[in-house]
């Protein structure tokens, strides 16, 4: 990696060569009833290791964009839980978090309804840290398709269908310009393909 990426990072900055792994699990559902999701985990070393990732769930019809709607108060529930079963301060924190980094300022609104995101965690324990990062994405799996499950027979028209693209214009706006992870990995050099293999397959600006 370059100096100035590596000033960003745990450690001493002068180390430019890493490690990096990571599983990222992103999903455009064709029907707008059901809302996009995304998941990341990874751990990162330089000089020092560290875990980083989370979970957050995107609605794309403007009734189920609020954290109060049922889907996220599920999705919520699970990323609670799994936190709480680790360290009960991880969900505030993490959630705040989330919160946080997925807002778009440019349109002063968030991209989804949130989740948890966590990044640099070395609490000098390897097996817990990623234990918990582990637990993240198992709680995702078991969430997410109950989610799809109650969504995915509902009906949907044209009109839905053109509210999911401009959402889908929002999730894109993000990652082009505020994600971390997409900027990383251009920075370092990464497969481009793969990078952005997280954007939605269509989207329209209104």
């Known amino acids: ?17 890493y490690v990096s ?5 992103i999903i455009h559902p064709r029907s707008p009833r059901i ?16 875990f980083g990732g989370g979970a957050d769930l995107t609605p794309m019809l403007p ?8 889907d996220a108060l599920e999705f919520h529930r699970a990323m609670r839980h799994v936190c709480d079963t680790h360290d009960p ?3 505030s924190k993490f959630k705040a978090w989330a919160d946080e980094y997925f807002f778009l300022p440019h349109r002063g609104e968030p991209r989804g309804v949130g989740g948890i995101f ?39 028209n ?4 053109q ?22 990995g251009l920075r370092t050099g990464g497969n481009v393909e793969t990078i952005l293999s997280s954007m939605p397959p269509a989207v329209t600006w209104l």
């Open 1 to 17: 990696m370059t100096p100035e990426v590596a000033r960003t990072l745990p450690g001493d900055g002068k180390q430019l060569d």
């Open 21 to 25: 792994t990571s599983i990222s699990l």
């Open 35 to 50: 809302p996009t999701v995304h998941m990341n985990t990874r751990y990162l070393a330089t000089s020092q290791g560290w």
């Open 63 to 70: 009734e189920q964009r609020s954290q109060a709607a049922e």
């Open 89 to 91: 301060a991880y969900y």
């Open 118 to 156: 966590y990044d640099h965690l070395n609490t000098g324990d390897f097996s817990k840290d990623f234990a918990f990062t582990r637990d993240v994405g198992a709680a995702l799996l078991d969430v997410y398709p109950r989610i799809v499950r109650r969504r995915m027979t509902e009906a949907w």
């Open 158 to 161: 044209e009109e839905d269908k």
């Open 163 to 184: 509210r999911q693209l401009a959402c889908r214009g929002l999730y894109a706006e993000f990652n082009l310009l505020y994600d971390r992870g997409t900027m990383f």
